[in-house]
């Protein structure tokens, strides 16, 4: 008589409490399963803190007047992507980033730079999970949109002067980081 009392009881206590509806699931646009881009949602006071340090010390360094400003003109806007392809265009930007960064000659930068390029190769990292197609999904060619941007991009670091990179990539990181790294971390949820 007890066993039968148990069931009914819970069932009784389930049905009368509130319990809030289960939260829709972020839809990233792969389904790979090692991809854990959502933890990137927002970056802890500590990471932006060292990446402000380092922005404040690239900016500080001369820039020649050469610039033509050409690449910080195409910054990709995530929020105009298709959701499908935000991973694609963040993880060019975030390559594009590291590989600037990396290359920098000033001997002074290297310790402030450190975590920063470490936190940039874990996105990157992320993101290059979360953009490989899957074994049994077709790949899907590139919007003429991103195809066009993406070719921009590569265009603008053969034109542009490394000096000139890094000033753009510079002022291009905290958008970056706290807008479009954001918004590809919140999947189809991005407003």
């Known amino acids: 008589m007890l066993l039968l009392l148990l069931p009914l009881l819970l069932a009784s206590v389930l049905t009368r409490t509130q319990a809030d509806p289960v939260p829709r699931a972020t839809r990233l646009p ?13 970056l802890s006071p500590k990471e932006l803190q060292a ?27 995530c929020l105009l992507a298709q959701v499908q392809e935000r991973p694609k265009a963040l993880q060019a930007e975030v390559a594009l980033t590291l590989k600037v960064w990396e290359n920098m000659t000033d001997s002074a930068l290297a310790t402030i730079l450190s975590q920063p390029l470490h936190t940039l190769s874990h ?9 490989q197609p899957q074994p049994t999904a077709e790949p ?7 195809s066009r941007w993406l070719h921009r991009l590569q265009e603008a670091q053969n034109k542009e002067t490394p000096s000139c990179l890094e000033d753009s990539v510079t002022s291009n990181l905290f958008r970056l ?15």
């Open 123 to 131: 996105i990157h990292s992320q993101l290059q999970t979360c953009t």
């Open 51 to 77: 990446f402000k340090k380092a922005k404040d010390a690239i900016v500080s360094l001369p820039l020649p007047s050469c610039c033509s400003g050409y690449l910080i003109s195409i910054a990709v806007d």
């Open 177 to 191: 980081l706290t807008r479009d790294l954001k918004c590809v971390a919140s999947g189809d949820q991005c407003v």
């Open 140 to 146: 899907r060619p590139p919007s003429r949109r991103l």
């Open 30 to 42: 792969v389904e790979a399963k090692d991809c854990h881009i959502a933890q990137f949602k927002s």
